[in-house]
């Protein structure tokens, strides 16, 4: 079991031992998610110019490349600050779902993951959230566990959340006012102390439900 003050504790104790490495990743992640931002927008406006079949395919397959990304990013991101909250981690963690030999199927499973929360989402959004808050320990099964089967990951998420939801949502909540200020300084707050800050604190609450 686990409390938000607990867990907030030491999220701030792992981040400040390894301060600099923390730092690192949610630069990187920050500059890789805004240059996939960045490319999708201007792919958008060049579709407005250009109504052809195959640009159309085209910016499907980047949509497609985007949604894969950025979920590679995030288990990355997360199999680092497991390891940090764990002991001192470098940045090279984020490098190990990639060199696992199963990276295939940490995409395929992300993939999966996010067309059901937009489904559920599109369907009507209450339901939406609770399903992202279901599969909410997916990315971090298989940053551990990369060669998980979707399946099996989805079940286990599934369980680890049940009866925590509530209070996983309490707890981004009470990142939110982090985050405006994040927003007010550009994003430069975000980096150096909001991210890392929130990144460690979601990855203690996964130790404390595995």
């Known amino acids: 079991m686990w409390n938000r003050i607990d867990a907030k504790m030491r999220a701030k104790h792992a981040f400040a031992q390894n301060r600099g490495a923390c730092i690192g990743v949610a630069i990187i992640v920050a500059l890789m998610s805004m240059l996939m ?49 764990e002991g001192r981690a470098g940045i090279g963690a984020m490098a190990e779902p990639v060199k696992s030999g199963y990276f295939g199927n940490v995409l395929v499973t992300m993939f999966v993951q996010t067309i059901f929360v937009s489904l559920w989402s599109f369907l009507l959004i209450v339901p939406g959230i609770m399903k992202f808050y279901e599969y909410r320990m997916i990315p971090y099964l298989l ?68």
């Open 143 to 210: 940053a551990e566990y990369p060669d998980m089967e979707r399946s099996e990951a989805f079940r286990i998420s599934k369980e680890m959340m049940t009866g925590q939801k509530w209070n996983l949502f309490v707890l981004d909540m009470s990142f939110l006012g982090w985050h405006v200020l994040g927003a007010c300084t550009c994003g430069f707050l975000n980096v150096l102390y909001v991210s890392p800050y929130y990144q460690a604190t979601v990855a203690e609450v996964y130790r404390s439900l595995k």
């Open 37 to 85: 931002n960045v490319t999708l927008k201007i792919l958008n406006v060049l579709s407005l110019e250009n109504e052809s079949l195959l640009f159309t395919v085209m910016i499907l397959v980047c949509m497609v490349l985007y949604i894969l990304i950025l979920n590679a990013i995030s288990v990355s991101e997360c199999r680092f600050f497991v390891l940090n909250a």
